[in-house]
C-alpha cells in the first residue's frame, strides 16, 4: 500500500536551470563559496541560467546581456564599496580636522586672552601714563592759577598801598626832653625805636620783606632794646602806641607777600627784647592771627611781672594754635608757668612743628614737668628741642635714656646749663649706644665731673681696641665745654667720623709701635685689606685735619703704620719667605 500510494504520487516537478522540468528541487545557485563570487556570483549565476553546467533556453544574445548587465552592476557595487570605503575616510579625515579645528579654536581662544591681556596693559599703561600727564598738567595749571591768585593779591594790596601815608608822628628830642620830660635814655630809646618802626612799616607796605638773611629766610625782626638795658615805664612805652599801630596795621595786610614765597623759603616773624605795653600787645597779637609764618620767635618778651611788657605766653600761644603752617617756634626768657604745658602739648601735636625752643623760660620743676610732657607725646615730630637753663633735674633722665634709645626722630637737643648729674650722664650715653638718630648734644655747665664726661667720650671713641672703635657712636656730637671731646664726631658723614677715629688709634699705636701685638688673632691673610684700610682711613682723616677738627700731633704718616706693621708682625716673616721662595 505504501508502495502503490508513493509510486501513484506525483512527483513534485521543479524548474532546473536549464528549464527542464525536475523532480527534486535540489539545485545550485552557484552558492559554492569557492567560486569567489560570494553572494554576487550567486545572484549572477541565477540570472544567467547556469545551474549544474545546463545550457541557456533562452532567446540567442540573452546570457551575453545578462552577463553584460551584471558585470555592469558588479562594477557598480564595486564602485559603491569603492566610495564607501572613501567615504569612511574622509569621515575619518573630517575627525582628524574637527579635531584641529578644536585645537586650534583653543590657540585662538589662548592666543586671544593673551593678546587681549597685552593690548589691555598697553592701553592701561597708556590710560595711567595719559592720567599721570594729566595729573601733573592739572597739578601745574593749579599752581599757575594759585600763584595767579597770589599775585592778584599782592597787586591789589600794593595798589591799596600807593595812597598810604606814615600817619605817626616822629618825636623831636626837644619835644621829648622839655615837653615830656623824658631822660636822655628815654629819649634815645622812643626816638631810635620809632624810626624803626617806621621803617619796617615802610617797607612791608611796599610788599617787602625787612629782612633777607641767606636767601632762604625772609621775615620781619624787631629788636628795640638790648638785653642789657633797663625796662622802661609805662608812660615810655605809651608814647610809641600810634607807631605800633602803624605797625600792626602794616602787618595785618602783609599776608599776600607771604605767600610769594617758594615752598624752600621760610618766613619769619621775631620779637627779641621788645618792651610793650598792653594795648600795644593786643594790637601785634591781633594782626598775627592766622599769619603763615613758618617761624615765630619771641626772646625776652617777659610780661609776668609787669616790668618789662612784651608778649605774654598766653598771647604767643593763641598765635601758634592759629597759625597751621607753623614748623618753628622759639620762646627763650619767657615765663612759661605749669598751666601752659598742655597747650604747647597740643600745639606739638597738632602743628608741623619740628623745632621747639623753650630756654631759660621755666622755673624749677617745672622744666621737669615740660620735658617729661613732651616725651610722652605718640610719634613726637620734633627734630629740634631745646631745653637750656630750665632746671632740668635727674627727675625725668631715665626717661629721656628710654626715649632716645627708640631712635626718634629727634635731631639736636640741647640741655645745657640745668642740673644734670655723672648719673645722668651715664644714662644718656648708655642711650646713645643704640641711638643712630641724635647728632647734637648740649650738655654745657651741668653738674657733671670728669666721671660724666668719660661716659659719653666712651661712647663714642672707645680705643680698648679697632673694634671697639668700630662699634662706637659716630653720629652724636656731645657738648660739653672747649675740651678734646667736642672733637668727635663733628663730620655729617657717619662713615668718615668711623674712618677718622681708627686711625686716630693706629696713629697712637704707632708712635709707641704697639699696633702689631694688638694683632695676635688676625689672620695674615687679611694683611692686603689691612693695607688698604689704612690708606682709606689716612684720607678720612685729613677731612677732619684740613677744616682742624682734630690735632695734626694726632696723626702720623701712613706710612710708618705700614712700616711699623711690615716689620715687627711676626705673622708678616713666613709671608716673606714663602713670597722668596716662588720668585
Not at 612791608?204 to 625796662?231: A, Q
Not at 629727634?410 to 649706644?433: F, G, P, Q, V, Y
Request: with cysteine; charged share 25%.
Amino acid at each position: 500500500m505504501n508502495d502503490t500510494n508513493n509510486s501513484s504520487s506525483p512527483a513534485k516537478k521543479c524548474k532546473a536551470n536549464d528549464g527542464r522540468a525536475t523532480t527534486d528541487c535540489e539545485h545550485d545557485v552557484n552558492g559554492n563559496a569557492n567560486d569567489g563570487g560570494g553572494f554576487l556570483s550567486s545572484w549572477f549565476g541565477y540570472f544567467s541560467g547556469r545551474r549544474y553546467g545546463g545550457a541557456s533556453s533562452g532567446p540567442p544574445g540573452y546570457d551575453t546581456s545578462i552577463h553584460q548587465s551584471l558585470s555592469q552592476m558588479n562594477a557598480t557595487m564595486m564602485r559603491m564599496e569603492e566610495k564607501l570605503a572613501s567615504v569612511n575616510s574622509i569621515e575619518r579625515r573630517c575627525e582628524q580636522l574637527e579635531a584641529k579645528c578644536s585645537s586650534l579654536e583653543n590657540l585662538l581662544e589662548s592666543t586671544s586672552k593673551a593678546t587681549k591681556k597685552h593690548i589691555d596693559e598697553k592701553i592701561d599703561g597708556k590710560c595711567d601714563s595719559l592720567a599721570n600727564r594729566l595729573e601733573a598738567k592739572v597739578e601745574e595749571v593749579h599752581k599757575q592759577v594759585e600763584r595767579s591768585l597770589k599775585l592778584h593779591e599782592y597787586n591789589e594790596m600794593l595798589i591799596k598801598n600807593q595812597s598810604w601815608e606814615y600817619s605817626a608822628a616822629l618825636p623831636s628830642m626837644d619835644h621829648l626832653v622839655h615837653d615830656g620830660g623824658y631822660t636822655a635814655d628815654e629819649v634815645a630809646y622812643l626816638t631810635e625805636t620809632a624810626e624803626e618802626l617806621k621803617d619796617l612799616t615802610t617797607k612791608m607796605r611796599r610788599g617787602e620783606f625787612p629782612h633777607d638773611w641767606n636767601g632762604n629766610l625772609k621775615g620781619i625782626y624787631m629788636e628795640t632794646s638790648d638785653s642789657g638795658d633797663p625796662p622802661f615805664n609805662y608812660a615810655v612805652n605809651t608814647e610809641l602806641l600810634p607807631h605800633w599801630n602803624e605797625f600792626a596795621a602794616a602787618l595785618k595786610q602783609f599776608t599776600p607777600v607771604i605767600k610769594l614765597l617758594p615752598d624752600n623759603c621760610e618766613s619769619c616773624f621775631s620779637l627779641d627784647y621788645v618792651q610793650l605795653n598792653p594795648n600795644a600787645m593786643l594790637l601785634i597779637k591781633d594782626a598775627l592771627m592766622g599769619m603763615p609764618f613758618k617761624k615765630l620767635d619771641f626772646t625776652n618778651n617777659n610780661n609776668g611781672d609787669g616790668a618789662r611788657g612784651g608778649m605774654s605766653v598766653d598771647a604767643i600761644l593763641d598765635v601758634v594754635e592759629s597759625n597751621k603752617h607753623l614748623r618753628k617756634l622759639v620762646i627763650w626768657k619767657n615765663q612759661i608757668g605749669s598751666q601752659h604745658i598742655e597747650r604747647l602739648c597740643s600745639a606739638v601735636r597738632n602743628h608741623p612743628l619740628v623745632e621747639l625752643d623753650l630756654d631759660n623760660s621755666f622755673e624749677p620743676g617745672i622744666g621737669d614737668e615740660m620735658l617729661a610732657s613732651l616725651l610722652t607725646i605718640d610719634d613726637l615730630k620734633l627734630e629740634k628741642l631745646g631745653m637750656s637753663s630750665n632746671h632740668i633735674t635727674s627727675v625725668g633722665i631715665t626717661l629721656l635714656s628710654d626715649f632716645l634709645a627708640t631712635n626718634p626722630r629727634l635731631k639736636e637737643l640741647d640741655l645745657s646749663e640745668n642740673n644734670l648729674t655723672d648719673s645722668d650722664a651715664e644714662l644718656i650715653a648708655n642711650a646713645l649706644r643704640s641711638n643712630t638718630t641724635l647728632r647734637v648734644l648740649g650738655l654745657f655747665h651741668n653738674n657733671t665731673t670728669d666721671a660724666g664726661d668719660e661716659a659719653l667720650h666712651l661712647v663714642r671713641y672707645d680705643g680698648n681696641s679697632l673694634n671697639a672703635v668700630a662699634d662706637s657712636n659716630h653720629i652724636c656730637s656731645v657738648k660739653v665745654g672747649w675740651t678734646p671731646l667736642d672733637y668727635w664726631n663733628l663730620h655729617k658723614d657717619e662713615q668718615v667720623n668711623r674712618g677718622m677715629k681708627i686711625y686716630h688709634l693706629l696713629s697712637l699705636r704707632n708712635k709707641m709701635m704697639s699696633n702689631a701685638k694688638h694683632f695676635d688673632d688676625i689672620d695674615v691673610k687679611i694683611l692686603p685689606d689691612m693695607l688698604g684700610a689704612v690708606q682709606k682711613y689716612q684720607i678720612d682723616a685729613s677731612v677732619y685735619t684740613d677744616k682742624h677738627y682734630i690735632r695734626h700731633d694726632s696723626r702720623v704718616n701712613p706710612l710708618s703704620i705700614v712700616y711699623e706693621v711690615m716689620r715687627r708682625w711676626d705673622k708678616v716673616t713666613p709671608l716673606y719667605k714663602t713670597l722668596g721662595k716662588s720668585v
